[in-house]
């Protein structure tokens, strides 16, 4: 089992506005979005220098909890059964996701929001 990085994930009510303004005022670059039937950006990427980040339209919380923190590991399995029998909290059995990472997330105790991910989203055709 491996750690092999880190990355923020971010909910927002309207993910197209929110990376049109990361693009026009943060300069960052090369957004990749994921659409729902309706036309609605779901899912996306986008480039912070060498840093992903990746986030999300609607489903934002009340309570301001935002953030995703996605740790990318080796093996999203045995993270799992490591989290499973060190924790009371529910844990939703990994599933594979159709933008490409097999994936797992646990709540922490203070509300936030742990994913763990095995491979990476995949740009969509």
């Keep these: 089992m491996a750690i092999k990085g880190l990355s923020p994930y971010l ?12 693009e026009r005022v943060l300069g ?5 979005r994921w659409r729902d039937d309706s036309g609605r950006t779901t899912e996306a990427d986008i480039q912070a220098g ?12 009340q309570d301001g909890r935002n953030a995703l923190l996605i740790v990318h ?12 029998e060190a924790t009371t909290t529910e844990v939703t059995p990994p ?6 990472p097999r994936t797992f997330t646990v709540v922490d105790p203070w509300g936030y929001r742990w994913s ?5 989203a995949t740009p969509p055709k």
């Design 11 to 22: 909910r927002y009510d309207d993910a197209d506005a929110a990376l049109d303004w990361m």
């Design 95 to 100: 599933q594979d996701q159709p933008y490409g």
């Design 28 to 32: 960052f670059t090369d957004p990749i």
């Design 116 to 120: 763990f991910w095995q491979g990476e």
């Design 50 to 61: 060498p840093v992903k980040i990746s986030l999300s339209g609607g489903d934002i919380e």
């Design 73 to 84: 590991v080796d093996d999203v399995d045995a993270y799992y059964a490591h989290v499973r």
